[in-house]
């Protein structure tokens, strides 16, 4: 499992999950003004994070020896 050991790590994922929650909203009124509903809109959205959630969690959920990896812990449930 990646676990996030130096400051300078966590700050930088603390800004980019900062610019990604900030961004999401402005392409969102986007896509309305653009004539798209909102429904197909947060349904692409809902299929797209949990894509990314479980692509996520099969590759950083896999890195590196001494703490248990992901699959090993989805195994326990």
Not at 32 to 40: I, S
Not at 47 to 68: C, E, K, S
């Amino acid at each position: 499992m990646y676990m996030v050991e130096s400051k300078g790590g966590a700050i930088v994922c603390m800004l980019l999950s900062l610019f990604f929650l900030g961004t999401w909203p402005a392409v969102m009124t986007l896509l309305e003004r653009r004539g798209r509903l909102p429904q197909h809109t947060y349904l692409d959205y809902t299929i797209t994070n949990l894509l990314a959630a479980v692509i996520i969690a099969f590759t950083f959920g896999q890195i590196g020896t001494d703490h248990p990896n992901f699959l090993s812990q989805l195994s326990q449930y």
